[in-house]
Each structure stands twice: as C-alpha cells, then as structure tokens.
C-alpha cells in the first residue's frame, strides 16, 4: 500500500530550528510537496521536490532523498505564527497526491 | 489574486438531507478535486475532475457523487447525508501543464455536520 508518514506533533521554542521529518512509500514518485494549515483554515503551498537535495526559501528549507524515501521541512528563527499544522504530500504514479496526516507544531515563546 | 470559493464555511444537516457543496476557482484550472480532512487522517480524496463533464472516483467515493457542468464550478453531492460524514471538506484546483509540478490551491473549506 502507499503511505506517508509523519511525526503527529511537535513543540519548538520562539527563534530556534526546528526539522519535520516525512517518510513516504508510495506507487511511483513525481515530487514531494510541502504544505502549512493554520487551524481552520486551508492549506498553503510551501515547497515541492522532486530531485535530490535542499531547496531554500527564506526561513524554510526542504530537503529530499529518493533513495531513502525521506524528506523534512527545516523551519528557522521559529516565529509564533508558524504555529500550525505541516503536510506532506507525495505525487505518486498518476500524478495523485498521497497525503500524510500533518505535523501539528506548538510554538512556545 | 489566485481564488478558491466554497459556498459555506459552516453546515449543519440532518441524517437523510440531500446536501450540495459548491466549489468555484477563478484561475481557469482544468483540475478540480474534493477531499475530506478529519483528526489523526491526511487528506483523502473523494472525487476529482480533468475537464468538465469528466469525472474520477478517488479514494472514498461511497456515498458521494459530483457535478461539473462548468469549468470553474465543482459540485460535490451527498444523496443521503449520514453522520459518519460529518468533516471538514476542502475543495483544491490546479492546473494541467507538461510540466510535472502541479500545485493545488485549495478553498477555505466547509466544516459540515451531520445530526
């Protein structure tokens, strides 16, 4: 079967860095992306992958191993409002996107 | 502005009540795609559309059905709501390019409960 898995929760301190990990098996691989929910709200594109290696982006890196199944979501200097949940989601096969259960990540000053 | 619409944001329906959930997008996507979000589960795909009239069972498409008469308007339909039903619905669109990035942008979704 396919699935993604993800860490259900983290809690960081306001400033610091802080790594979502995000492990995947899934039918085929056309990217891997990176998604921020504030609670009750929709989800937000944050980052795609789809070859090996960082990609940066201000605050927020993500990296990706093919190899490994594996990617994180790198988040620093850490700010309250980055208090919300992160997705990961793999493009499979057919170009469907397998989604994990989101990491709900609690900032605290 | 890129813009994803859903009809309400809050829905209380009764077990039996024929419910519509409307989903517009002004950026002239080809795909549409209605999900399900609930506690501890990712997403989960009920229905998707790659051009209007078309239509593809996703993941959990019992008990739904869906309409795309336009473009720009996906429609998702519970014939006979039930309580198991009862989440937050999020409707997304992307576009279709040669490209293998496709970014969804997703409403602001439809917490629906059912009594």
């Known amino acids: 079967g396919q699935n993604i898995d993800q860490p259900t929760e983290m809690t960081a301190t306001e400033g610091a860095i802080v790594q979502i990990n995000c492990t995947y098996q899934t039918s085929g691989f056309n990217g891997l992306f990176w998604y921020q929910q504030h609670a009750g709200e929709a989800p937000t594109f944050l980052s795609y992958n789809v070859l090996d290696g960082l990609e940066e982006k201000g605050r927020f890196s993500s990296f990706l191993s093919r190899s490994k199944g594996y990617s994180y979501l790198l988040l620093k200097e850490l700010q309250m409002k980055d208090s919300a949940s992160y997705l990961c989601a793999v493009a499979d096969s057919n170009y469907q996107l397998i989604w994990g259960a989101g990491t709900k990540l609690i900032i605290k000053p | ?115």
Request: proline residues 3%; hydrophobic residues 30%.
């Open chain 2, 1 to 115: 502005d890129v813009k994803v619409t859903q009809s309400s944001r809050y829905l209380v329906k009764r077990t039996g009540e024929k419910v519509f959930l409307e989903c517009v997008q002004d950026m002239d996507h080809e795909n549409m795609f209605w999900y399900r979000q609930d506690p501890g589960l990712g997403l989960r795909l009920i229905y998707f559309s790659y051009d209007v009239k078309m239509k593809e069972k996703g993941d959990i498409p019992e008990g739904y059905s869906v309409s795309r008469e336009k473009k720009e308007r996906f429609s998702l339909i519970l014939e006979s709501a039930s309580t198991n039903q009862t989440s937050m619905y999020l409707c997304a669109s992307s576009r279709t390019s040669a490209e293998i990035y496709n970014e969804q942008f997703f409403g602001p979704g439809t917490r629906l409960t059912v009594l």
